[in-house]
């Protein structure tokens, strides 16, 4: 009798386990997972931030990966030299310019006056100083006859120099009130309209010289014994990836941020399709 109430008590025993097993295996697939840590991506599949710094290049299949910065070997921001009104802006954003193209010019009246009287006044002071070559028994038109002192003399009672210096002040405004390209590229974060204010020294665009790019990206102080100056390196635009760009690794910065990264540059030929600042994938062969 106490074998059979035995026998009954286990068998119970069983069941009530079942029960809760079964229950607990429905609670686990009905739990939300959101929380939990995703699978690892490519580095092609993965956003990144802006900054290069921070997506150190990774060892993958032998070459080192990861991604960069598009920069240009040379820009230059365009600003007036005086401060006046704008009266005329003749490029537009993504314009090409060639080498000395005029990009916009100020209201330029008032220079033009000042260097007229400035010219006059050259003129008056190079009369006086003739008066006093004269006083002192030269031949006005035979100064290279005239003795150094008796010059110096006469160019100090006429106020010749300080004329002389007001011209050239007025000459060279005039000149700063067109603003020119200094090489050839292409017009960007332009700012400048006709009418609007120039204030001396504050940019209105940016010159790129997109004929020659840079690749900028770190790798990590360990892989530094992989690379050196002529390494290859391959580029593929974030939004254009099926364009593949070549070139060589040109500097490494002998400096070791406090992050374990070490910034390389590669220098690779200007094409279409490279924009200043555009974020690449990057490939250091082996």
Do not use: W
Not at 117 to 131: F, G, I, Q, V
Not at 169 to 189: R, S
Request: with cysteine; net charge positive.
């Amino acid at each position: 009798m106490n074998l059979v109430k035995d026998r009954c008590n286990m068998k119970s025993r069983q069941i009530l386990f079942m029960i809760a097993l079964t229950a607990l295996l429905c609670s686990c697939k009905g739990r939300n997972t959101s929380n939990l840590v995703p699978n690892p991506v490519s580095p092609e599949d993965r956003v990144v931030s802006n900054q290069v710094a921070v997506d150190t290049l990774r060892v993958k299949n032998s070459n080192i990966i990861g991604n960069g910065k598009v920069r240009a070997l040379r820009t230059a921001d365009m600003a007036f030299a005086i401060s006046m009104p704008i009266a005329s802006v003749n490029v537009v954003n993504g314009q090409r310019v060639r080498a000395g193209q005029v990009i916009a010019t100020l209201k330029s009246e008032n220079l033009q006056l000042e260097v007229e009287k400035a010219r006059k006044a050259l003129e008056s002071a190079n009369l006086r100083k003739l008066d006093v070559v004269v006083s002192q028994g030269y031949d006005p038109d035979r100064l290279s006859e005239v003795p150094a002192e008796v010059i110096n003399l006469a160019e100090t009672k006429s106020d010749y120099a300080l004329a002389q210096v007001s011209i050239q002040e007025a000459t060279d405004n005039l000149k700063h009130a067109q603003l020119k390209a200094p090489f050839a590229g292409v017009i960007a974060n332009l700012n400048a309209t006709v009418g609007s204010f120039a204030q001396a020294g504050n940019p209105i665009c940016l010159v790129i010289d997109d004929s020659r790019m840079m690749l900028e990206f770190s790798i990590n102080e360990r892989d530094l014994s992989r690379v050196k100056i002529g390494t290859e390196v391959i580029a593929r635009p974030f939004a254009t990836p099926n364009n593949v760009y070549k070139g060589k690794i040109s500097q490494i910065n002998p400096v070791v941020n406090e992050q374990g990264s070490v910034i390389v540059r590669a220098e690779i030929q200007g094409e279409d399709g490279l924009y200043n600042g555009m974020n690449v994938n990057i490939e250091v062969c082996q």
